[in-house]
């Protein structure tokens, strides 16, 4: 009996120890479904030299770029079992991602649920989390489970809200915590601000950590990260980023390749697979076209009887106002990238940007039977080469990069008060926690951070300028004497230059500030 015995302990301890969990940060990574990124010795993309001796139509190609051309697209990146197909326009530039934002703060919580640093199960109430006001017992009681599936049944006034959003958002306290699914910032906001509590760091530093340089992001600088705030609205801001197009499709490939990357389990294949699958499942002509919702992820099934090709594909993927997509279809091998340029107020409807990337889609010959299969096999055996970006004529200069301060103590009080520029536009400045906002009274924009383009804060002599880090807006303004209250600005609008000059108390009375929206949040 004893060697029987013994025999069965050994293979229940072998039994336990294959069941047992290994840390996803130490486990090697997992083979991808698809094929991995063709990359080159320094690490950047490789491009396919000849898409039509590979499969592609220079003809449908060229006509899918015209189309890029006349919608104004900033940048079109696609990428087919790894390797790069399509490089159009201002791939190299990093612009605003807008809500693309969000799906960037889902692969984050990968790791981080991994680590125990945070639980999917764990309340607001646990994490001590409350905003202006205060919220509810109820409301503290949503998960972050919750907010990343957009249900946690708070309506709360968030920043980096699009007019839309505040539009439709329901009655507080209407929805108990995962009763209701609606898209709201204000769920999306305090999903990135509980990581950034839980792990005790920025989050853009754990980004810039646990993907952006392991992924070998060229482009990716934290100097363009924002964490805005709209002190009147909420205490929890929103995690801006910009990214370049083809930096943000090695975030696609990331998720095509199950979270591995050079050998590594960057993001873990499990959370991968539970935030990229439907969590709810949206109603036909929901507004948003998609199929479902995952963990900060829009799903789109792919329809067997759809004529495009690009259409019964399954799909995940992370889109933001003014264009910004990013499409991964994992079990046909392929990253798509669209991307709007709202720097400069030309973004492009979401309509017109799937559409150009469903033309590029569908000049691939041999994958018309769109069975779901990688359809481009063949092309691990024709030539590549060094990304060759091919640029578009339309596209303006990007805007200069601007570091600067919260302005001075004195410069922040002689400024605040109410401006005009003309009868229907004009702002409010005002101060919380010693930092200058302006709050815009006409225009549908959000509140917004102004700072000082010195390290001396504007306290030195002569004029100062004052820039949004998000928006196209500088002000001049002269450094007025002590005591002195500033009269005029002499502003720049997207390129316009206008002047503001502060009201008179009666004539500020007059009109009541609007509620502030903002144009690019989504």
């Not at 709810?280 to 495009?308: H, K, R, S, V």
């Not at 030539?383 to 301060?405: C, I, N």
């Not at 009274?441 to 004029?463: I, K, T, Y």
Request: net charge negative; charged share 20%.
């Amino acid at each position: 009996m004893r060697p029987i015995l013994l025999a069965a302990s050994l293979l229940l301890l072998l039994l336990i120890a294959a069941a047992a969990p290994t840390p996803s940060a130490a486990a090697p990574a997992a083979a991808p479904s698809t094929p991995t990124a063709a990359l080159d010795a320094g690490g950047g993309w490789l491009q396919i030299a000849d898409p039509e001796a590979a499969g592609w139509s220079a003809a449908d190609l060229a006509r899918a770029r015209q189309r890029a051309v006349e919608l104004g697209s900033a940048a079109v990146f696609v990428v087919q079992d790894g390797r790069v197909v399509v490089s159009w326009g201002a791939v190299e530039r990093p612009l605003r991602l807008a809500s693309v934002r969000k799906s960037l703060v889902s692969l984050l919580y990968g790791p981080a649920l991994a680590s125990g640093s945070v639980a999917l199960e764990a309340s607001l109430a646990d994490l001590g989390i409350d905003d202006l006001g205060g919220l509810s017992e109820r409301e503290r009681g949503a998960r972050v489970v919750d907010l990343l599936s957009a249900r946690s049944g708070i309506y709360h006034p968030a920043a980096y809200e699009p007019a839309s959003m505040k539009e439709q958002r329901p009655e507080r306290g209407s929805a108990a915590p995962g009763e209701r699914w609606f898209y709201n910032n204000w769920d999306f906001n305090t999903a990135g601000a509980i990581l950034e509590r839980r792990l005790g760091r920025d989050l853009f530093a754990v980004f810039a950590e646990r993907l952006a340089t392991p992924l070998g992001l060229q482009d990716f600088d934290l100097a363009d990260t924002v964490r805005f705030l709209e002190p009147r609205r909420s205490v929890i801001p929103a995690h801006l980023f910009r990214l370049s197009a083809r930096d943000l499709a090695r975030c696609g490939q990331l998720v095509a390749q199950g979270g591995a990357w050079n050998g590594r389990q960057l993001v873990p294949r499990s959370w991968i697979e539970e935030s990229t699958r439907a969590h709810t499942e949206l109603p036909p002509g929901n507004g948003f076209g998609a199929g479902g919702y995952g963990y900060m992820w829009w799903l789109y099934p792919g329809d067997p009887q759809a004529a495009a090709r690009f259409d019964r594909l399954d799909r995940v993927v992370a889109r933001g106002n003014g264009g910004q997509i990013l499409v991964v279809a994992p079990a046909a091998g392929l990253v798509a990238v669209h991307r709007g340029d709202l720097d400069h107020g030309a973004g492009v409807g979401f309509d017109d940007a799937f559409d150009v990337l469903r033309r590029v889609v569908a000049a691939q010959r041999g994958a018309e039977a769109g069975d779901g299969e990688t359809a481009g096999g063949a092309a691990a055996d024709v030539p590549l080469v060094a990304l060759r970006p091919d640029p578009f004529d339309h596209l303006p200069p990007p805007l200069p990069r601007r570091t600067g301060a919260p302005p001075s103590p004195r410069l922040v009080a002689a400024l605040v008060g109410d401006y005009e520029v003309s009868p229907r536009l004009g702002f409010e400045l005002y101060a919380s926690e010693g930092r200058l906002f302006a709050h815009p009274v006409g225009p549908p924009l959000a509140d917004a951070e102004l700072l000082a383009e010195s390290a001396a804060g504007g306290s030195a002599a002569g004029a100062v300028t004052l820039f949004s880090p998000i928006f196209d807006v500088t002000a001049e303004v002269e450094r007025p004497a002590a005591g002195e209250a500033v009269e005029e600005l002499r502003l720049t609008l997207n390129g316009q230059p206008m002047t503001a000059r502060r009201r008179t108390p009666a004539a500020a009375d007059e009109e009541a500030p609007s509620e502030p929206a903002e144009d690019g949040g989504g």
